[in-house]
């Protein structure tokens, strides 16, 4: 008997270390990941844990010296270009590989290896619409240019040099939670980061949905609501600007243009959440004598940070800013004579094509009256703790056939598919135009650099200590005849192809303009003026019209002035719409909740400050309203999606055409609806639900509070690693477009001069460590609207107190 008590608790405890040392399908083993000696304890970090050190290393030619300052920035210094690109890989890999390499599975369609069934559609997604063919493009384009293709490699180099020496107990922490280890960096994960981001700004498309309005009401109505230049706008290269080149000929739109039939296919709409800021002021507006350049680009706000600061430093190079954890070299900064910034430009780069086949084995397709055959591209997802999945994936000259009518979500058997022409799978080598421009010393440069660049379009600002501004919606842009690409397209029809490339000296670009500074923020890239066609659609121009209107009055202005425009509050869509929704509220018979927020509008300043109710008010009105005037003609959902018109159509309606049509709701037979019902019965519905959500009218209701934004890690649901409810002004119409998950991912601003000095900040951190003080450390700083100094410096032995500590990476040969 004396021995059954100890039996029992060894094979208790035996039971006990099986159960935790093994994996549960996709459910990773949990003993390692407690374990003192390789676990998450081996995670934690301090301060004082970054001193002076030697690391012999087998990659560098030479010493490089990595200065870290008290935020956690790595200033590297080498001799070459090879062992600056290699230390970057090295100390980007040293705070966020596992990062840089979960976004790249993403990107790849590989999620499931980590996390198991749950991630297949993602993976199908990812996979149908061509990303890895896109990055091997892209690769292409990298290797067919000596100093990209050096670049890369030695990036790559420098991550796998990290990777060589990690230990699984060094492993970040996700490796041990997901239960995997990291893998051999490539060139090729530097194309799929670099198309992650093509795929978040430029894979939007509303053409499908577009095609169903036109199906449904015809080009009359669809014209008169989605008009292809809204009624207020200040566009980015200012109206009346003087083109100077001599235009190609546009193709002419063929007749029929649309091919017929209602689609039950959906498409992500753009989002409008994601967008930027950007502006350089001249210097004679500026207190200085020299430009100023400012730059935030919104983004989903994630942890580890999407950005990553490095300052790089040879005999012929120092620059600092922004870089992407994954891709080399720096993307928003500045050197000693230049700085650039970038926004989304948002021009129609991925088009539709409706596809017909032979048969339903879909190996051939109809085109230009001939059948032409299908390429196929064996895709095998591997599922962690499941049966690999085969997809096949059919190419056709447009592009590859994202879904089949048989397929989800469709549901029919017609031999049909949907292919995608999207910028990203063409040969292109971004990295050189940031090679450029990183080394860039003047206008030419910055010329020179933007010919190179390809996708996702962008809004490239620019200034320098020459003195000169500059802007230029830039990318590879396809030449199509106006509204192509608006509706859905025919596959079959060679006049609907993309007839070839508008050339890079006449993408839109504006220097020095008479107003004195440049800005932009994502609104229509020209005035009609320009002869070619980007799309019918941007972002709303409130946004760029409140820049203009500040810098137009802006004189003397500091960095601190360009920083207070940057976290600008006012909602110019609140002016515009409340003075026409506001009279129309009968006030007779409002609950006191009610009347409290009537007379909270009526006295509210129009700023969406955090402490500001009105802010919540407007935002879920005109929300609500919004979506009563068009969900019963334009719904979103069923068998018919729909887009609705903008808001700037909707508001032209209120004041110019209140007795439309659309104002009634078709669903409510018996009666006959208008604006001012819609407008009564939104205000009151909107009150009650903030009632049930937040209570009695009060403090609970204030912008910050209602609006909440979450910073969350890229793990869903990983809320210990996270950022919630940071309390915060903004919203998505505002200049300080900060909404519940999107905002300034990385704020900037740059004064040029003998020596440049910048600031700048992002809600984060270096590290990608939870367990690090520099994973946080940068948040409350975004939050404030301030920004740190940036430790601009000139050699590694500069002496600043700001300076922490030293990494030497030595040659071991």
């Known amino acids: ?105 993403a990107a790849a369609g590989r999620v499931s290896e980590i996390v198991g069934e749950r991630a297949i559609e993602l993976d199908r997604y990812n996979r149908r619409l061509g990303m890895g063919y896109a990055a091997e493009q892209a690769l292409k384009g990298m290797m067919a240019n000596e100093a990209s293709m050096a670049v890369v490699q030695a990036y790559t180099d420098g991550i796998n040099a990290y990777i060589k020496q990690l ?16 893998e051999p960096w490539t060139p090729l994960k530097c194309a799929l980061l670099l198309k992650q981001m093509t795929q978040t700004l430029a894979s939007g498309a509303d053409d499908l949905m577009m095609a169903n309005v036109l199906q449904k009401y015809g080009r009359e109505v669809t014209a008169n609501l989605f008009p292809n230049y809204p009624a207020q706008e200040s566009p980015i290269i200012p109206a009346g600007t ?18 017929g039939s209602t689609l039950t296919f959906r498409w992500k709409e753009h989002d409008p959440s994601i967008g930027s800021n950007n502006w350089a002021i001249g210097p004679e507006k500026s207190a200085t004598g020299y430009p100023i350049l400012a730059n935030d680009p919104h983004l989903q706000l994630n942890l580890p940070s999407i950005w990553y600061q490095v300052q790089l430093v040879t005999p012929t190079l120092n620059v600092y800013g922004a870089s992407l954890p994954g891709s080399p070299g720096v993307i928003i900064g500045f050197n000693r004579q230049v700085a650039w910034g970038v926004t989304n430009v948002a021009s129609d780069v991925l088009d539709f094509y409706k596809i017909r086949f032979k048969d339903a084995r879909h190996k051939e397709y ?31 000259h447009h592009g590859p056939v994202v879904y089949l009518d048989n397929e989800k979500p469709f549901r029919s058997n017609i031999p049909v598919g949907y292919a995608a022409r999207w910028v990203a799978h063409e040969v292109t080598n971004e990295l050189t135009c940031f090679y450029i421009l990183n080394r860039a010393r003047n206008y030419d440069d910055y010329v020179r650099a933007l010919a190179q660049y390809g996708s996702p379009a962008q809004n490239f600002v620019f200034a320098d200590v020459n003195k000169d501004i500059a802007i230029s919606p830039n990318g590879k842009f396809p030449l199509k005849w106006k509204e192509q690409g608006k509706f859905l397209l025919d596959g079959s029809n060679p006049a609907h192809d993309w007839q070839g490339w508008i050339p890079a000296e006449h993408n839109p670009r504006v220097r020095n303009p008479p107003r004195g500074f440049v800005s932009s923020a994502n609104q229509f890239s020209t005035d009609p ?19 203009n209107d500040r810098l137009t009055a802006m004189k003397q202005a500091t960095p601190d002035s360009l920083r207070q425009l940057q976290n600008d509050n006012v909602n ?33 300043n129009y700023r969406n400050d955090v402490d500001a109710v009105g802010a919540t008010l407007f935002t879920e009105w005109l929300t609500l309203l919004y979506k009563s005037i068009w969900d019963d003609e334009f719904s979103r959902e069923g068998q018919q999606p729909m887009r609705y018109p903008t808001y700037d159509r909707t508001l032209q ?5 209140p007795s439309a049509r659309w104002f009634d709701n078709v669903n409510t037979a018996n009666r006959k609806e208008s604006m001012s019902d819609l407008v009564n019965m939104s205000f009151r519905q909107t009150i009650d639900s903030l009632v049930r959500q937040h209570g009695s009218f009060g403090t609970e209701w204030v912008w910050g509070k209602h609006k909440g934004t979450d910073i969350r890690h890229l793990i869903p649901g990983l809320d210990a690693f996270s950022a919630l409810d940071v309390q915060n002004g903004g919203g998505g119409s505002v200049v300080n477009a ?56 000139q050699a590694p032995t500069d002496k600043n107190p700001r300076i922490q500590s030293t990494l030497i990476l030595s040659p071991t040969k």
């Open 572 to 604: 110019l869509r609140a002016a515009n719409f409340l003075p026409v929704m506001l009279p129309l509220v009968n006030p007779q018979g409002l609950t006191e909740p009610q009347q409290n927020a009537f007379s909270a509008l009526r006295s509210w």
């Open 366 to 396: 109809w085109h230009d009256n001939q059948w032409k055959a299908v390429r196929e591209r064996v895709e095998v997802i591997k599922v962690k703790g499941r049966p690999d999945v085969t997809d096949t994936i059919r190419y056709t």
């Open 1 to 105: 008997m004396k021995y059954i008590k100890p039996i029992t608790l060894l094979l208790l405890t035996t039971l006990f270390v099986v159960v935790l040392s093994r994996n549960w399908g996709t459910v990773p083993a949990f003993g390692p990941l407690l374990s003192p000696f390789k676990g998450f304890w081996q995670n934690a970090e301090a301060k004082t844990d970054r001193t002076d050190q030697t690391v012999k290393i087998n990659g560098t030619s030479q010493p490089v010296s990595v200065v870290y300052d008290d935020t956690g920035v790595p200033h590297v210094f080498a001799q070459n270009d090879y062992d600056v690109y290699f230390a970057q890989g090295f100390v980007t890999a040293r705070d966020r590989l596992w990062q840089m390499e979960f976004q790249t599975h």
């Open 738 to 793: 900060t909404t519940e998950r999107h905002g300034p991912s990385w704020r900037m601003v740059v004064a040029l001069g003998p020596q440049p000095k910048a600031y700048g900040v992002y809600p984060g951190g270096q590290s990608g460590n939870p367990g690090s003080p520099y994973y946080l450390n940068l948040l409350e700083t975004w939050r404030r609207g301030e920004l740190n100094d940036l430790l601009y410096l």
């Open 242 to 259: 003087k083109w100077d080149f001599t235009p190609l000929n546009v193709p002419a739109p063929p007749a029929d243009s649309v091919p």
């Open 167 to 182: 230990s699984p107990a060094k492993y970040p922490l996700e490796y041990k939670l997901l239960g995997y280890a990291p």
């Open 529 to 547: 003026s320009y002869p070619y066609y980007l799309n019918w659609v941007f972002a709303p121009a409130e946004r760029g019209m409140r820049i």
């Open 653 to 657: 309606l209120m004041t110019k055409e």
